[in-house]
C-alpha cells in the first residue's frame, strides 16, 4: 500500500528529489505561496504527493511554457477555484431529487440543500440566500 495522495510524509530533501529541484526551490515556492506543505510537529515542511506533483507542474509552466511565477500562482488558483466549482456541481447533481430542490447558502458560502417546505437555519452573522422558483400558474 502507498502513501496517500495527500498525506503530508516528505521531508524537503525527498520532495525537491522527486521533483527534480533543489531543496532552496521548495522553500522559495512556500514563501511565494505556489506549494504549501504541511508542517511536522517540529515545523519541518513535510510535502505530499500532491504537493510534488504540484511541484512539477509549476516547473513544466515556467521552463516548457514560459510563465513567470505570478502567472503560475495566478494558473493554479485558477484551476483549483474550477475543482471546487466542480466538486459543488457534483454535489448538487446528487441533491436534485423531487424532495430536495430548494439551495440556500450555508455560513461559509457553501450550497446546502434544504427540504422543500422547510426553512433553512438562521444565521444572524451571514445572514442566507435561499433560491426560489415560483410554482406555475394554478389554473
Aim: proline share 8%; glycine share 10%; net charge positive.
Amino acid at each position: 500500500m502507498g502513501v496517500p495522495y495527500d498525506e503530508p510524509a516528505f521531508v524537503i530533501s525527498v520532495a525537491a528529489e522527486l521533483a527534480g529541484m533543489h531543496p532552496q526551490t521548495l522553500r522559495q515556492y512556500d514563501r511565494l505561496g505556489l506549494v504549501s506543505p504541511g508542517r511536522a510537529r517540529g515545523r519541518g515542511r513535510r510535502y505530499s504527493l500532491r504537493d510534488v506533483a504540484t511541484l512539477r507542474e509549476v516547473q513544466r509552466l515556467s521552463q516548457d511554457e514560459g510563465i513567470n511565477l505570478a502567472g503560475i500562482k495566478r494558473i493554479l488558483a485558477l484551476e483549483s477555484h474550477v475543482s471546487r466549482l466542480e466538486q459543488q456541481v457534483e454535489l448538487l447533481r446528487s441533491m436534485a431529487d423531487p424532495g430536495r430542490r430548494v439551495f440556500t447558502a450555508g455560513p461559509q458560502g457553501e450550497v446546502v440543500a434544504v427540504p422543500r417546505g422547510h426553512r433553512p437555519a438562521r444565521v444572524t452573522s451571514t445572514g442566507a440566500l435561499v433560491v426560489w422558483r415560483p410554482s406555475p400558474p394554478r389554473t
